[in-house]
């Protein structure tokens, strides 16, 4: 009876460590897979970046940018 009692510890502390392990595997395959979604993330956006660079180069942006300026200006707009 006591060796069972025994038997019987040792594989409900078997049992605990088992499904400690598997829930660190779990955790870990869902960091894994929001890493991988980030990345694709990432990637789209790098995609959309360079689109909107072949678009609308920096130079001819900052040149729109100053002239909205300069017409904020002349109509008397001012930040607040």
């Known amino acids: 009876m006591a060796k069972q009692l025994l038997q019987l510890r ?19 395959n869902r960091e894994m897979y ?3 979604r ?5 990637g789209k956006t790098t995609d959309t970046m360079k689109v909107m660079e072949k678009q609308l180069p920096p130079e001819k942006l900052a040149k729109n ?13 001012t930040d607040e």
């Not at 040792?10 to 870990?28: C, F, V």
């Open 34 to 36: 929001s890493m991988g």
């Open 65 to 77: 940018l100053d002239e909205f300026t300069r017409a904020q200006e002349r109509l008397g707009v």
């Open 38 to 42: 980030m990345a694709d993330a990432v």
């Open 10 to 28: 040792k594989q409900k502390a078997k049992s605990l460590n088992m499904g400690a392990r598997m829930n660190a595997i779990s955790a870990k």
